[in-house]
């Protein structure tokens, strides 16, 4: 009890880091503003510190010149990092050395299915199993052999890893995490199923890269879309895992287009640089952006 009293303390004293994370694939648009726009002021009300960070790991769709444009879109909003701006492809060894942990700890299986087998294999199930976004991975790799395995890798097919979500449940318990919008939740270990956390041709993925990113960067607040909800679910388990911190979180509304869908990186007449050129202020930018959840 006392020991949770004096975690609090700490944690009401640290300082506020929050950050901002966008892909470097496309121009940033509305929706990329009002993230980091939420980002931002928490942190400058707060007398925090605000930083960007670039989730590049999808590295065939990455274009150079993204990352700077995207600082610039943000420096004309006002939106400036308190630090130099870290790369996910920076940083591959790090997450290797996390998914190693993870794999001695005996929580991950490698995976050899390709996208069409595993859609041919959920389409020939009565019912498949669902999550909040579609079908999940149907498990079909879970019980291979040791022998499978090396059958596979004789094959030269490379494995993509994934986490053996109901072993990970069982082995960290009950877990919760706080939403600043949504209060104290409690985490489905199953919810997203055996997500991938190393894809087979970078070695990692969103969700083991972001945790550790996360951690690394000793976020105490971490701002996204509401989307990501139900991600979160399984970084709390990852964080557990790994030993990392608990962040605070504060999911927020999308920003959407007239016929409510949220915006995409292909509605480029969406962009802020479209914005910019057809002569809008940064003010009236901020203007048209939903209000802030806090
Ligand atoms: N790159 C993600 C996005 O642009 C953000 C992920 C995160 O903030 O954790 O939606």
Redesign the pocket.
């Known amino acids: 009890m006392l020991l949770a009293t004096l975690t609090e303390i700490c944690d009401f004293l640290r300082k506020m880091i929050t950050r901002f994370?966008?892909?470097p694939t496309g121009l940033l648009h509305l929706g990329?503003a009002y993230?980091a726009r939420v980002a931002h002021e928490l942190a400058r009300i707060h007398d925090g510190s605000f930083l960007v960070r670039f989730?590049d790991i999808d590295h065939t769709r990455v274009r150079p010149d993204y990352y700077q444009a995207a600082l610039d879109d943000l420096a004309w909003l006002g939106i400036r990092p308190t630090a130099e701006p870290w790369r996910q492809l920076d940083r591959l060894e790090t997450y290797a050395a996390a998914l190693e942990k993870l794999r001695t700890m005996g929580v991950l299986y490698p995976c050899f299915c390709t996208r069409r087998e595993i859609e041919t294999e959920l389409a020939a199930m009565p019912a498949a199993p669902q999550g909040p976004e579609g079908p999940l991975y149907p498990g079909t790799c879970r019980h291979l052999s040791r022998a499978e395995i090396v059958d596979f890798t004789a094959l030269g097919r490379e494995p993509a890893w994934r986490l053996h979500s109901a072993k990970a449940g069982a082995l960290c318990g009950h877990l919760t995490f706080r939403d600043l919008r949504c209060g104290e939740m409690a985490v489905d270990p199953t919810l997203l199923g055996d997500a991938i956390l190393a894809r087979r041709d970078i070695g990692t993925s969103?969700h083991l890269a972001?945790v550790v990113d996360d951690a690394a960067q000793e976020i105490t607040h971490?701002t996204?879309?509401e989307d990501?909800l139900p991600a979160t679910h399984l970084h709390r388990l990852l964080q557990n895992l790994l030993g990392l911190p608990k962040p605070l979180y504060l999911h927020h509304p999308l920003v959407t287009d007239e016929q409510g869908r949220r915006l995409a990186k292909r509605d480029h007449d969406r962009s802020l640089r479209s914005y910019r050129d057809s002569g809008l202020s940064p003010g009236e930018i901020l203007a048209i952006l939903p209000p802030l959840p806090f």
Do not use: I, K, N
């Open positions: 994370a966008p892909s990329h993230a989730e969103y972001v971490v996204r879309g990501l």
